[in-house]
T-cell receptor, first 114, second 115 residues
């Protein structure tokens, strides 16, 4: 089952603008991660934020986490055409016997128009 | 550092046939995962290995899917017999999975089409 739900499902912006994607989830988590997937390629890890963190930055990426609302957001500043991809949030939790599960949402499809 | 390798990249089979996918994780990564990604959806975990032991296979359809990781390195995922709904991209990922090292590194995937 999919735990994270991204919003919006699709987003189209002009190059140079900022892009914001949101993720909501249902159960408690150990951490939340964002991944990018270019058309026809594998997933690339972007950033990880732990349940006791509220905000994290990496280059042009800013992630926030609100565990009380069970939501996270990913902000990409000064977008580029190369940022065109699908973005997935994935919630991570440990469950007995060493199982570490990443549960992905359906993703947000971002198109950056040059 | 070499990434996660998968083969084949593409496979077309007819329903009821069998198919196998291969994965070579990043050197030193003890944990290996297989995911199924249906078009328009996020990846869904099928099975998790820690070294050569299965940690979690609760979402693996065991009547038709099987996976093994001999010697704790390479892994194969098999589907027998395949159904139309198995058409998807099969992703392999690996990680160190220790405190502060939870990032999973994904391979390019195998795109399966069942006709």
């Amino acid at each position: 089952s999919q735990q994270g739900e991204e919003d919006p499902q699709a987003l189209s912006i002009q190059e140079g603008e900022n892009a914001t994607m949101n993720c909501s989830y249902k159960t408690s988590i150990n951490n939340l991660q964002w991944y990018r997937q270019n058309s026809g390629r594998g997933l690339v890890h972007l950033i990880l934020i732990r349940s006791n963190e509220r905000e994290k930055h990496s280059g042009r990426l800013r992630v926030t986490l609100d565990t009380s609302k069970k939501s996270s957001s990913l902000l990409i500043t000064a977008s580029r055409a190369a940022d065109t991809a699908s973005y997935f949030c994935a919630t991570a939790s440990y469950s007995g016997a060493g199982s570490y599960q990443l549960t992905f949402g359906k993703g947000t499809k971002l198109s950056v128009i040059p | 550092e070499a990434g996660v390798a998968q083969s084949p990249r593409y496979k077309i089979i007819e329903k009821r046939q069998s198919v196998a996918f291969w994965c070579n994780p990043i050197s030193g990564h003890a944990t290996l995962y297989w995911y199924q990604q249906i078009l328009g959806q996020g990846p869904k975990l099928l099975i998790q290995f820690q070294n050569n032991g299965v940690v979690d296979d609760s979402q693996l359809p065991k009547d038709r899917f099987s996976a093994e990781r001999l010697k704790g390195v390479d892994s194969t995922l098999k589907i027998q017999p395949a159904k139309l709904e198995d058409s998807a991209v099969y992703l392999c990922a690996s990680s160190l999975l220790r405190a502060g090292q939870e990032t999973q590194y994904f391979g390019p995937g195998t795109r399966l089409l069942v006709l």
